[in-house]
Antibody, heavy 115, light 108 residues
């Protein structure tokens, strides 16, 4: 069974860049799209964007100007970079496999934006 | 952007009762509608995709129905572990996705 694990700093300063990595285990990162989804404390879910091993990426229009998603097939990882963060970017960030729905999720990682 | 509105916001029921959760889309999403269950401190878990198909390992007491703009998640007989928050999710204009705001199913 494919497993996903997010990793990255839990604290980011305002105006800096939030960087996260999702490692795919027990399966290939090829053949599927992989998404990032976030959930602010006590709130609902927001799709951030996705990527494919070919380099194709798709972004939420509300975040597109600050966002880069990439897929590294050699490491079986995909990553998220969100620039110029503010307190509004504080959330649990999830990675998920993007098939007919988000069928496999990582456990999530909490990222707090604060000085 | 397609907006999903879930109702009710909170549903209070007892184990053994039947739960009916609603999700309405601001425009047709065909059958591209999924349902997830989320428990505190956990990631969402896929229950239903394509409006009515159960995901792998999901018990038969969970069922989904609907198409177009109106969808329902039904839990036929509530088990103690079913009390959680439920989200609907549309992907009719993939890759763009939106989620509903959630329905909290609590023990009465």
């Amino acid at each position: 069974q494919v497993q996903l694990q997010e990793s990255g700093p839990g604290l980011v300063k305002p105006s800096e860049t939030l960087s996260l990595t999702c490692t795919v285990s027990d399966g290939s990162i090829s053949s599927y799209y992989w998404s990032w989804i976030r959930q602010p404390p006590g709130k609902g879910l927001e799709w951030i964007g996705n990527g494919f091993h070919s380099g194709t990426t798709n972004y939420n229009p509300s975040l597109k100007s600050r966002l880069t998603i990439s897929v590294d097939t050699s490491k079986n990882q995909f990553s998220l970079k969100l620039r110029s963060v503010t307190a509004a970017d504080t959330a649990v960030y999830y990675c998920a496999r993007d098939v007919t729905a988000f069928d496999i999720w990582g456990q999530g990682t909490m990222v707090t934006v604060s000085s | 952007e397609i907006v999903l509105t879930q109702s009710p916001a909170t549903l209070s029921l007892s184990p053994g009762e039947r739960a009916t959760l609603s999700c309405r889309a601001s425009q047709s999403v065909s059958s591209y509608l999924a349902w997830y269950q989320q428990k505190p401190g956990q990631a969402p878990r896929l229950l239903i995709y394509d409006a009515s198909d159960r995901a792998t390992g999901i018990p038969a007491r969970f069922s989904g129905s609907g198409s177009g703009t109106d969808f329902t998640l039904t839990i036929s007989s509530l088990e103690p572990e079913d009390f959680a928050v439920y989200y609907c999710h549309q992907r009719s204009n993939w890759p763009l996705s939106t989620f509903g705001q959630g329905t909290k199913l609590e023990i009465k």
